[in-house]
């Protein structure tokens, strides 16, 4: 089954860190067991940022062989309409032609260790839409594998708030890594888009106190509506101070870190308690040095790493789709294809305004 579909379409194409080009492209068929989306939206994440600017991550250096691919269309975080796609498709996704699906960015192997004991966003080879062996969806149109993982999303929602869901599924497997529990203090570090996720998440597990932390007051002020019931402007005021204050000296039971900022990580580590939880999502682009005892001997921390947003995706489509969130708010920008790089420049300015950024191809 398929619709009329042209034949070309605009793709930003990578030829390298800082060499993205938009290109006229044949429009992608589907094989077997293959769907073709029309891409609604896509949004510009940091990681996004860190690759267009040649970050070692993605590109290797002298102890690592580069991940991420020239010649692959990049963006990870989309949702649009399924315009083609055969039986064996459409039975194996469980959706229809016509409907529209968030695809999570990890594109499994099934075949790898990881994969085979249910933990694929670990999957050893690790493609990914946008970066690695899948073209992602900063194009009119893309071509879902049938190893992906594909949701189904209200047509209700704006196209941007509906690739949200890749995002926010990420700060919630955060979030569930922490172990929450009713009684404690929960703090988030950052509130840009995975921060405010994290808080909404945080929230969502209803502990005693969720207190998010930035440098921006507007920032904090729309994490209070994410539902924070503090927010401290780190720039302005002690946070490891008021927390301390907060709770008898003893300092916050969890720590959520998702700024990329390594002076966040002693943060954490200072205003946690003893016998306290951090958990640490950020990809960095430095190395981090902090005394390392206060782990072991002084606190006997939990520390935890985060990655994508494995077996959170359901709910954070219901999250986005139930209107808890300020989504407008959050979606501050939306461009067309043409302006790609406007979108680029404009998540690089991390002292900007703006909170998610997505291009609408
Ligand atoms: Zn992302
Ligand atoms: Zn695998």
């Known amino acids: 089954m398929s619709a009329e579909l042209p034949e070309t379409m605009r793709a930003v194409v990578v030829h390298g860190p800082e060499d993205y080009q938009l290109e006229q492209l044949p429009v992608p ?11 609604e939206a896509v949004g510009v994440c940091a990681s996004d940022l860190k690759c267009y600017h040649g970050a070692a991550k ?9 991940w991420a691919q020239t010649g692959i269309t990049p963006g990870h975080e989309f949702v649009g309409t399924i315009v083609q796609a055969d039986a064996e498709a459409v039975n194996h996704h469980g959706v229809e032609v016509g409907d529209r699906v968030a695809c999570e960015q990890i594109v499994p192997c099934w075949k790898c260790r990881y994969c085979l004991r249910g933990e694929y966003w670990m999957c050893a080879p690790h493609d990914m839409f946008g970066f690695r062996n899948y073209n992602g969806a900063m194009a009119e149109y893309l071509v879902v594998p049938k190893e992906a993982l594909a949701h189904k999303v209200s047509k209700d929602l704006p196209p941007a708030h509906a690739a949200f869901s890749e995002p926010l599924s990420c700060s919630l497997h955060a979030v569930e890594r922490a172990n929450i529990s009713f009684n404690d203090v929960v ?53 490891v101070q008021i927390v301390k204050d907060l709770t008898e000296g003893y300092g916050a039971d ?16 200072n205003l946690l308690r003893k016998l306290g939880t951090y958990v640490e999502y950020s990809v960095f682009g430095s190395d981090v040095t902090v005394d390392w005892s206060i782990i072991s001997d002084d606190k006997e921390l939990d520390v935890l790493g985060a990655h994508l947003g494995p077996h959170c995706w359901p709910a954070a489509i219901r999250m986005i789709e139930s209107g808890v969130l300020p989504m407008d708010e959050i979606c501050t920008n939306q461009f067309g294809l043409d302006d790609f790089q406007v979108a680029l420049d404009m998540v690089a300015d991390t002292n900007g305004a703006s909170v998610k950024v997505s291009i609408l191809p």
Request: charged share 20%; proline share 7%; aromatic share 4%.
């Open 187 to 239: 703090v988030i570090a950052g509130c840009g888009p995975i921060g405010l996720g994290m808080v909404a998440g945080a929230k969502a597990k209803n502990p005693l106190k969720v207190i998010a932390l930035d440098m921006s007051d507007d920032k904090l002020a729309l994490a209070a509506k994410c539902g924070a019931d503090l927010t401290i402007n780190i720039a302005k005021q002690d946070a």
């Open 58 to 66: 993605f590109w290797g250096d002298e102890n690592r062989p580069a």
């Open 29 to 39: 068929t589907p094989g077997p067991g293959q769907m073709l989306i029309r891409v």
């Open 254 to 269: 969890v720590y959520i870190e998702g700024t990329g900022h390594p002076s966040a990580v002693s943060q954490g580590l």
